[in-house]
């Protein structure tokens, strides 16, 4: 589902990619990212399983009003 986003990353060189292995582990690092740096988080993960593994993250940084994509 997410594997043309992926195409056209490979392509840019002013965004950095960092894999995780998890996606709660990817919200939480964006979330840290955004709270560190007060530039937005971004985090991509695939369809299903993986959106719902990544919902604790979003919820945080929503509660805590942090920018997070």
Known sequence: AVLPIYDELFQQ????HILVRHEQGA???AEG???SSGKCGVVLVTS???ATNAVTG???ALMDS???V
Not at 13 to 16: H, S
């Open 33 to 35: 990212y955004a709270r």
């Open 58 to 60: 979003l919820t945080d």
């Open 66 to 68: 942090i920018p997070m």
């Open 13 to 16: 060189e002013d965004i950095e």
């Open 27 to 29: 919200t939480h690092a």
């Open 48 to 50: 299903g399983p993986g």
